[in-house]
């Protein structure tokens, strides 16, 4: 998977691309991240300047269309002269104004050979860049940051590791963490007793069946008490079903017992 970042601040994706398993990923040839910046495409007269004052008026600078649609056309023309279609790559613009990103959508683009990520900045892109591009647009969620390249680092983190090889073995249980819409169950290591807080026996128990079946439940408790939004979707048996009519129940007494208004549990959520 090839990811092109085009941004104004190449050291930033570099530099967080290097380290840990990403570094590792693209050493051995199975990511390859390559920011380009888009300063370098601003024309002769305006000497490395991008942005503008908003027609209209209005606070903030606007990033020019000319700047950004030259630097797409260049990376386009580089995955060409690779060998792979730069026409068919997809271009997906960095925006608390686009669809949300999720775990599924992390998954299918991972199925892509290339992807163009455009990093915004100040108060945004001249529209016609986006427009002649063919932009979509995606967010990582309901808040505002400085720039697109934290979130184009999030996306590159998540569909990687989606990428066969680039965890190993034991890492790729990780996986797991949305599997069935389900979050992941506690996990704990040596050792037994920590501050006076036990492992939960039945871990030391080596009964593989049970274990599997309080991680389960453990996975669906959590996630009606902290994601009560996922739970809707989550793959159960009919058994598990049930124990999540049961849990449901029980939470209904907690919170009538305590007089809240809601069962979703956060206050619980912000506990751990
Ligand atoms: N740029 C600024 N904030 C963002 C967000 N939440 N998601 C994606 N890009 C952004």
Redesign the pocket.
Known sequence: MNFHVMTLFPDMIMSAASGSILGRAQKSGLINVNAVNIRDYTDERRRGRCDDYPYGGGAGMVMQAQPICDCCDAVRRMIDEEGRSGSSARVIY???Q?RTFTQAMAAELSREEDLILLC?HYEGIDERALELIGTEN????D???T??EL?ALVMIDCISRLIPGVLGGDESALIETFHDNLLEYPQYTRPEVYKGLHVPEILLSGHHENVEKWRRERSIERTLRYRPDLIGSAVLNKKEMRFLEELKRQLQEETDASGEADISGSKEGFKA
């Open positions: 960095m925006t608390p686009g915004g995606v967010s990582i969620g808040y505002v940051l720039g697109g979130p």
